[in-house]
């Protein structure tokens, strides 16, 4: 059995959006609690990391159930 090339550089992918947007969101946390106004590109990286990392897992899930009914 062997792993299309693919699903590993995505999954490395989709953890490395996921903690960065998880920093992002302690960041904007800390940066509110203390009054002060995050910048744009901060709040954004955790409005929409996080989807976009689940929906690449989301694929990663269904694209190895799919080559295991294959086989």
Do not use: C, E, H, K
Not at 2 to 20: C, E
Not at 24 to 53: E, K, Q, R
């Amino acid at each position: 059995m062997t792993s299309p090339g693919y699903r590993r550089p995505l999954m490395i992918i989709a953890a490395v959006i996921a903690v960065v947007s998880l920093a992002a969101v302690g960041t904007v946390m800390a940066v509110a609690f203390n009054g002060d106004v995050p910048p744009v590109w901060v709040t954004w990286t955790a409005l929409y990391g996080l989807p976009v990392a689940f929906m690449l897992a989301i694929f990663l899930v269904l694209d190895s159930v799919r080559q295991r009914r294959r086989q």
